[in-house]
């Protein structure tokens, strides 16, 4: 298992080495579509590579990167639902481990929160790389998806790559470091936890009801 890890992690070293911002990008488009890329496996390594000076680039770059990524991603699923509608998305999405159960919880989700929610799935797990098949389905205003995307992305990825600049601080303080990281690590998956479960779980197990999103 290490070996494995430690391959990819060769590989993911490279990819930014020779692709830069753009391979960044590219994962977190990955990441916020239909395939489950985690977020927290892409941004803190380059966030620690950068801040160690093992690639050439740099946090601000890194965040930049992450965020528009997030936001291609999203919107490819935005405009692929909004184009195929409903029925199609319950068809294929099956393919990509998105059940019509998922699906359902999802618009049940965004017909509760609106818009905002755009803004606070960005930050949650199950719902992040889910969000745009609602949103488009019914057909929300591309402009405010956007802008709530791109903002909650950007805070997201900030976070994500202060992890890994922790983890890249001084080697002589490395210990300690790692120590502080884990905690604030195991405080942020807390309360993300708890948002979770108040937030996306209730609504993901509710029964199916009338989705309706300001489109305007």
Request: net charge positive; aromatic share 12%.
């Amino acid at each position: 298992m290490h070996q494995i890890i430690q391959s990819l992690s060769d590989w993911y070293n490279h990819a930014l080495q020779t692709g830069g911002y753009t391979a960044v990008a590219l994962m977190m488009a990955v990441e916020s579509s239909l395939f489950p890329l985690p977020s927290e496996i892409v941004i803190p390594p380059a966030a620690h590579w950068a801040h160690t000076g093992q690639i050439p680039l740099t946090l601000w770059g890194i965040v930049l990167a992450g965020t528009i990524g997030s936001w291609l991603g999203a919107t490819a699923m935005y405009w692929a639902s909004r184009l195929a509608g409903r029925p199609l998305v319950l068809h294929f999405g099956k393919y990509f481990f998105i059940s019509a159960e998922k699906v359902a919880g999802a618009e049940r989700w965004a017909a509760h929160y609106g818009a905002m929610g755009i803004f606070i799935s960005r930050l949650l797990p199950v719902v992040r790389h889910l969000i745009g098949i609602p949103a488009g389905i019914v057909r929300m205003n591309y402009l405010k998806f956007s802008l709530f995307t791109l903002l909650g992305s950007a805070i997201w990825c900030s976070v994500l790559c202060w992890l890994g600049v922790k983890m890249g601080e001084d080697k002589d303080l490395l210990a300690l470091k790692y120590k502080h990281v884990t905690l604030w690590l195991a405080g942020a998956m807390l309360v993300l936890g708890g948002l979770y479960y108040f937030f996306v779980h209730q609504h993901m197990k509710q029964k199916p009801e009338t989705v309706s999103l300001n489109s305007k």
